[in-house]
């Protein structure tokens, strides 16, 4: 496998991954539209932890599209 098809492999599992962390984000957002007290706390921390997660994906694909972690993939 080239490193170009491990890179093309790596990126669509995170691609994957965030697909998945939107639909989350979006069950979590809805159901904090009529949550009150400690589960709205619950639910906001959820939805912090996902937009983290899928930020931290998204910059981990920016950098596969560079030479930045090449020498991971070897």
């Given amino acids: 496998m080239t490193l170009e098809d491990k890179k093309r492999v790596v990126t669509r599992f995170l691609e994957r991954c965030n697909d998945y962390a939107d639909r989350q984000l979006e069950g979590y957002?809805?159901?904090?539209?009529h949550a009150a007290g400690k589960r709205a706390l619950e639910l906001a921390d959820k939805i912090a932890h996902w937009t983290a997660y899928r930020?931290?994906?998204e910059h981990a694909i920016a950098e596969l599209a560079t030479a930045r972690l090449d020498d991971w993939l070897d």
């Fill in 55 to 57: 930020a931290f994906n």
């Fill in 29 to 33: 957002r809805a159901e904090l539209e």
